[in-house]
């Protein structure tokens, strides 16, 4: 097994979970925060907007079986990259779109992983390229409370699952049938 992992942020963090447990090879995914100024973020604060996190998801994997580039693919399909610092009626800079490099491979993946997403999206996408190792504790990602992790699997016909998290899940169910688990 060859696991490796990518700290993604696109929006509400129930979203990013849930669906990219859709896909073969992708491990585990844990929701938290990242790239902020407050030492042990928490929902609450990260939800004020003060503290500059956004919520995130570290999304571990099996590149034998799925690549990094159709990881980031997919991401691309799970959120709207146009939309700076929301998604939908989620507003603020802790729903921005980015995605946190860890080392030089990783921002050259994502840099790649950007111009792909142009293709499709046009010249309008938002999606900034951070260091993880910036902020009060560089490199700390903050995994979200217990409740947060599978958080659709634990609460399917919650009112923010069935009208946000199901149509994304959805969506990257069809454009990726072929690595659905």
């Not at 407050?38 to 998801?57: D, L, R």
Request: glycine residues 8%; proline residues 2%.
């Amino acid at each position: 097994m060859n696991e490796t992992s990518l700290i993604l942020a696109g929006g509400c963090f129930w979203c990013l979970d849930s669906a990219f447990m859709q896909l073969q090879g992708i491990r585990d995914v844990v929701v938290g925060y990242i790239g902020g100024s407050q030492v042990n973020a928490n929902y609450e604060a990260v939800c004020s907007g003060a503290t500059g996190h956004a919520e995130a998801a570290e999304v571990f994997f099996d590149s034998s079986i799925i690549s990094a580039e159709l990881v980031l693919d997919a991401f691309f399909t799970m959120h709207d990259p146009r939309q700076l610092n929301r998604q939908g009626a989620d507003v603020g800079t802790q729903y921005r779109s980015a995605m946190f490099y860890r080392n030089a491979s990783e921002h050259l993946l994502f840099e790649a992983a950007l111009e792909r997403a142009s293709e499709v999206w046009g010249a309008g996408v938002v999606t900034t390229l951070e260091s993880a190792d910036e902020g009060i504790e560089a490199g700390r990602f903050f995994a979200a409370e217990e409740y947060h992790q599978d958080f659709w699997i634990k609460n399917p016909n919650q009112g923010y699952c069935v009208a946000v998290v199901g149509p994304k899940v959805a969506k990257v169910r069809q454009k990726f049938a072929h690595l659905l688990k």
